[in-house]
Nanobody, 118 residues
Framework: QVHVVESGGGLVQPGGTLRLSCAASGFLFSRSTMYWYRQAPGKERELVASIGSAGSSTNYADSVKGRFTISRDNAKNTVYLQMNSLKPEDTAVYYC???????????WGPGTQVTVSS
């Protein structure tokens, strides 16, 4: 069975930090591109960051560049999103997605809530 599960969300004040984790199992994680998306209330889901299978290739949305860092540990089948200098506009449900090679399957986690508020 394929499982993709996010954790680490919560309530934080503006300027604070959070680190999200995404634990994966049941597929070839080490060869999969990993993504973080987010969706704020009433808005479309947007791509926040991505990381290649080897961990050297990363991409970020303009809105989070310089503040967020995506990383992965293939030995632990886990991808992370370090979020610094959080702003109220970062408030959203954050989703982890895997894209597996060969069959190009995509797997989504259920999401974790991040709320930035004073």
């Amino acid at each position: 069975q394929v499982h993709v599960v996010e954790s680490g969300g919560g309530l934080v004040q503006p300027g604070g930090t959070l680190r999200l984790s995404c634990a994966a199992s049941g597929f070839l994680f080490s060869r999969s591109t990993m993504y973080w998306y987010r969706q704020a209330p009433g808005k479309e889901r947007e791509l926040v960051a991505s990381i290649g299978s080897a961990g050297s290739s990363t991409n970020y949305a303009d809105s989070v560049k310089g503040r967020f860092t995506i990383s992965r540990d293939n030995a632990k089948n886990t991808v992370y999103l370090q979020m610094n200098s959080l702003k109220p506009e970062d408030t959203a449900v954050y989703y982890c997605k895997a894209r597996e090679p060969v069959f190009r399957n995509e797997y989504w986690g259920p999401g974790t809530q991040v709320t930035v508020s004073s």
